[in-house]
């Protein structure tokens, strides 16, 4: 079992003790940071039996602390896994894991060094429906890959205000990106391998706040097939996954992470129908199973630490991620076709 310290209780922070709490035989969370320590930080904390700490250095000095979850904003991530590897502990971070290929290449290094385990929050690689698109890609059940795509929406930005860090161009830039758009991208290089190039447009449409709410991005894939993605952050919440095959395609629909749904319907919801269509014959429609895939990321996370393996995300498929982020981003502004680096 993983003692696990979790930096960040805001809403996600809360969904990721709660996968856990009680339930777990993998990880479970042992103490809290937060620098506010409000009354309901400090009664949820109770709740779950753990000890509530406002300085994050606190956690890394806290011998029964095996590891460290990041629920905090992006840009503190580095430092912090650098902290935490320094001081032995593992880490477990949420997406993005950085905005900057430096950065998790910095990152990385430092948990070589310590010898700690490196986990990184893309949980949907885990749904037996992406289970089932890879093994149906690798059989070359579905021919040779001519395109992969993915739509992400949600209205959350709508409710956003202005000093939230989620409303930040520098914390959140291209607006849907960050908070969903990775994961599909994610997606993408799991199934598909390295991307090659981008070509991003985003901009505001209809929030308040000064963000976009509106981006749309196409990709080149080094093994030549195409993508897109497509995220919006002020229309109703949803969630498409399509590879397009030379043999049929298939299609995952599901949700999206809705700040104020229930911690249940975010954690277990997020894939629903899933569709093949062949090229002859009628199409197979049916429904994903529901399975937490908050907390099987967790789990996965707290048997690499426990027995010592390799984490199911490559550390330099971590790096090309952030690479991928930080080159869509550069797109946006440049208007321009950019080369990954």
Same mark, same amino acid.
């Given at each position: 079992m993983?003692?696990?310290?979790?930096?960040?209780?805001g809403w996600?922070?809360?969904?990721?003790v709660?996968?856990?709490?009680?339930v777990?035989?993998?990880l479970?969370?042992?103490?809290?940071v937060?620098?506010?320590?409000?009354?309901e930080?400090?009664?949820?904390?109770?709740e779950?039996?753990?000890?509530?700490?406002t300085?994050?250095?606190a956690a890394?000095?806290?011998?029964?602390?095996d590891?460290?979850?990041?629920?905090t904003p992006?840009s503190?991530h580095?430092d912090?896994?650098v902290?935490?590897?320094?001081?032995?502990?593992?880490v477990?971070?949420?997406k993005?894991?950085?905005l900057h290929? %430096? =950065?998790?290449e910095r &990152?990385v290094?430092a948990t070589q060094k310590? *010898?700690?385990?490196?986990? @990184?929050?893309?949980n949907?690689?885990?749904?037996?429906?992406m289970?089932?698109?890879r093994?149906r890609?690798?059989?070359?059940?579905?021919?040779?890959?001519?395109?992969?795509?993915?739509?992400?929406?949600?209205p959350?930005?709508l409710?956003?205000?202005?000093?939230a860090?989620?409303?930040?161009?520098e914390?959140?830039p291209?607006?849907?990106?960050?908070?969903m758009?990775i994961h599909?991208i994610?997606?993408m290089i799991d199934?598909?391998?390295?991307i090659?190039?981008v070509?991003?447009?985003?901009?505001?449409r209809?929030v308040?706040?000064? %963000? =976009?709410?509106?981006t &749309?991005v196409?990709?080149?894939?080094?093994? *030549?097939?195409?993508?897109y @993605?497509?995220?919006?952050?002020?229309?109703?919440?949803?969630?498409?996954?399509?590879?397009?095959?030379?043999?049929g395609?298939?299609?995952?629909?599901g949700m999206t992470h809705?700040?104020?749904a229930?911690?249940?319907?975010r954690?277990?919801?997020?894939?629903?129908t899933?569709?093949f269509?062949?090229?002859?014959g009628p199409?197979?429609?049916w429904q994903?199973?529901?399975?937490?895939?908050?907390?099987?990321?967790?789990?996965?996370?707290?048997?690499?630490v426990?027995?010592?393996t390799?984490?199911?995300?490559?550390?330099?498929?971590?790096?090309?991620?952030v690479?991928?982020t930080?080159t869509?981003?550069?797109?946006?502004?440049?208007h321009?076709?950019?080369?990954?680096v």
């Open positions: 993983v003692n696990a310290a979790i930096a960040g209780l996600w922070g809360k969904t990721l709660e996968s856990v709490s009680g777990s035989d993998d479970r969370f042992v103490v809290g937060d620098p506010f320590a409000s009354d930080t400090k009664a949820f904390t109770d779950h039996g753990m000890e509530l700490y300085e994050f250095e890394l000095a806290d011998p029964k602390v590891a460290v979850v990041l629920a992006h503190m580095t912090q896994v902290a935490a590897a320094e001081a032995g502990k593992h477990f971070c949420e993005p894991f950085a290929k %430096a =950065d998790a &990152s290094a310590a *010898g700690v385990t490196l986990g @990184l929050d893309y949907r690689r885990l749904h037996p429906e289970t089932k698109l093994e890609i690798d059989s070359g059940d579905l021919g040779t890959i001519l395109h992969i795509e993915a739509n992400m929406t949600f959350n930005a409710f956003l205000k202005g000093d860090w989620r409303a930040s161009r914390e959140a291209c607006g849907g990106l960050t908070p758009g599909a994610d997606g199934l598909c391998g390295e090659d190039e070509y991003c447009q985003s901009f505001r209809a308040e706040i000064d %963000a =976009d709410d509106t &749309s196409l990709f080149r894939m080094k093994e *030549g097939m195409s993508g @993605l497509g995220t919006m952050t002020a229309t109703g919440g949803g969630f498409s996954f399509q590879v397009f095959g030379s043999k395609y298939v299609r995952l629909e809705i700040a104020g229930p911690s249940e319907e954690r277990k919801k997020c894939f629903g899933c569709i269509k062949p090229i002859k199409a197979e429609v994903a199973d529901e399975v937490d895939i908050v907390r099987e990321v967790l789990e996965e996370f707290g048997k690499a426990t027995n010592g390799p984490y199911f995300i490559p550390l330099e498929e971590m790096i090309h991620g690479a991928v930080e869509i981003v550069k797109s946006a502004a440049s321009q076709v950019e080369k990954i």
